[in-house]
């Protein structure tokens, strides 16, 4: 790091992580965006290189969680509105019935 530049800190004045329910996904891919390029630059302290990338990880998982409820949402979604979209005798992999 040039001088005068500092890890970066969490936003929070306690010092505490932000739970995966209070950090938007955007938010939480920007700081671990941010923790991978300063573990990257490969000048922290051993001891201050490791609890940054435990907060990484605490942040991957942020992402991951918030990804994976976002794709449930849009499967359900799909699996609603595919539903009503359905023309009669059509097949919900969208062929049609063949006429006997």
Do not use: H, W
Not at 43 to 55: F, I, M, Q, V
Not at 83 to 91: A, D, S, W, Y
Request: hydrophobic share 35%; charged share 30%; aromatic share 4%.
């Amino acid at each position: 790091m040039a001088p005068g530049d500092r890890p970066m800190q969490s936003a929070r004045s306690d010092g505490a992580e932000p739970s995966s329910g209070d950090l938007p996904f955007e938010d939480a891919l920007a700081r671990l965006d941010e923790t991978v390029r300063v573990l990257e630059a490969g000048e922290l302290p051993l001891s201050d290189a490791t609890r940054l990338y435990e907060k990484g990880m605490r942040l991957a998982r942020i992402c991951s969680e918030k990804l994976a409820a976002a794709e449930l949402k849009i499967a359900q979604i799909q699996t609603a509105y595919g539903e009503q979209m359905r023309l009669p005798g059509e097949r919900p992999n969208g062929s049609e019935d063949a006429p006997c």
